[in-house]
T-cell receptor, first 116, second 119 residues
């Protein structure tokens, strides 16, 4: 069975500092990878995704993630965070298995807390 | 607003009662997904539909849980004989069939969720 591990449940950081939120997954077959963000009292929003092609993907608000197949990782990074980035971040994997099985799996989430 | 909508947003019920939640996907999306999210956890996949066909339901939590999408548009999730452990946020998401790349259908857009409290 596939699994998604977000190694840090909480990441405190000061404003304008860089940040990395880690995500590892267990599957070695074809995967699609996503980061979703959940701001306080709001629903899940897609932040960025890797479906195919370039392994480095970027979002419109300065986040980026790199698909590393050999390390089965999809870490999320931002060079300089803002107070408004404070939110819960979820890594998700969709595995396309043999026989057409389809099980999206989410990590437990990482709470990014940006301090002034 | 043309996003995914869910109704009701909140539901309080007594143990043993049945509850039904509704999800309206984005209009051009033919896939619809249901998840459960408990405090401190990520969304847990329950089931999904492509049009009216339920293609994966092995992750429904028990036979008390069922979902339908009779006309391939809105969907309902029913929980029979609710238990206190069913208290959670129930999320719905949708995705479109294909773009220029068939992989585009994997991008899911989430609704605001229905928060269930079973007393």
């Amino acid at each position: 069975a596939q699994s998604v591990t977000q190694l840090d449940s909480q990441v405190p950081v000061f404003e304008e500092a860089p940040v990395e939120l880690r995500c590892n997954y267990s599957s070695s077959v074809s995967v699609y990878l996503f980061w979703y963000v959940q701001y306080p009292n709001q629903g899940l929003q897609l932040l960025l995704k890797y479906l195919s092609g370039s392994t480095l993907v970027e979002s419109i608000n300065g986040f980026e993630a790199e698909f590393n197949k050999s390390q089965t990782s999809f870490h999320l990074r931002k060079p300089s965070v803002h107070i408004s980035d404070t939110a819960e971040y979820f890594c998700a994997v969709i595995l396309r298995g043999p026989g057409g099985s389809y099980i999206p799996t989410f990590g437990r989430g990482t709470s990014l807390i940006v301090h002034p | 607003d043309t996003g995914v909508s869910q109704d009701p947003r909140h539901k309080i019920t007594k143990r043993g009662q049945n509850v039904t939640f509704r999800c309206d996907p984005i209009s051009e999306h033919n896939r619809l997904y249901w998840y459960r999210q408990t405090l401190g956890q990520g969304p847990e996949f329950l089931t999904y539909f492509q049009n009216e066909a339920q293609l994966e339901k092995s992750r429904l939590l028990s036979d008390r849980f069922s979902a339908e999408r009779p006309k391939g548009s809105f969907s309902t999730l029913e929980i029979q004989r609710t238990e206190q452990g069913d208290s959670a946020m129930y999320l719905c998401a949708s995705s479109k069939k294909t773009g220029t790349s068939g992989r585009e259908q994997e991008t899911q857009y989430f609704g605001p969720g229905t928060r269930l409290l079973v007393l």
